[in-house]
């Protein structure tokens, strides 16, 4: 898996971008790790750029580019929104025979979690605690050729069925340029940046 989703954090990308060897622009391998909790551990040399020839001389390409939004900056602008947080605070409001599974509110995780005897999801907290329900969706941007573009987004669902996947209420959390569809070994890579910058929330 060569591509700079590798080198995700900003320094590293200009890094392997601005490599040189003696003195001339060069492509810097990256280690990459197959698997790194199995004691069979393989390591494979990734070249994650091309060095193309231009008007200007040589310059370094990305094999392919991983645009990521900023979480905080959508989650900011989506609080302040008028309504926002009272929508949060209809957090489980809608009450449903016990008997059938209606919607995440009825979930054991919704109502016990984090299962030590307080509960994360309770009515003073419902505009802070967000709990998110992460998607994948392929589609082809294009007309009369095979192209998967993928995009990987979430929905607040603290918010009511009504309103949880209404365009205004989701954000974006990456875009796979494809062609292909990624495979879930490939997709892991894609989601280690997100989880990262969902921790620092």
């Known amino acids: 898996m ?45 070249e994650p750029i091309i060095l193309k020839k231009n008007k200007n001389g040589v310059v370094a390409i990305p094999k392919m580019l991983y645009p990521k939004p900023n979480i905080k900056q959508q989650l900011y602008i989506m609080y302040q929104r008028p309504n926002f947080e009272k929508m949060l605070a209809l957090s489980g ?31 003073k907290n419902t505009t802070s605690n967000l709990e998110l329900l992460l998607n994948l969706d392929w589609f082809q941007p294009f007309k009369y050729t095979q192209h998967s573009t993928g995009a990987i987004y979430a929905s607040i ?26 495979s879930l070994e490939q997709f892991n890579h894609y989601l280690a940046p997100i989880v990262d ?3 620092d929330l």
């Open 157 to 182: 669902c603290n918010f009511p069925q009504v309103e949880r996947n209404k365009p205004e209420n989701i954000f974006y959390l990456g875009f796979l340029s494809g062609p292909k569809k990624a």
């Open 93 to 123: 409001t809608r009450n449903y025979d016990n008997n059938y599974y209606a919607d995440i509110y009825n979930g054991n995780i919704w109502k016990n979690f984090p299962f030590d005897g307080s509960r994360f999801f309770d009515k």
């Open 2 to 46: 060569a591509v700079c989703i590798s080198c995700y954090k900003l320094y590293n990308f200009k890094i392997v971008c601005n490599f040189k060897k003696d003195n001339k622009l060069a492509i810097m391998c990256y280690c990459y790790e197959k698997f790194s909790n199995n004691s069979n551990k393989n390591r494979y040399n990734n």
């Open 197 to 199: 910058k969902l921790k």
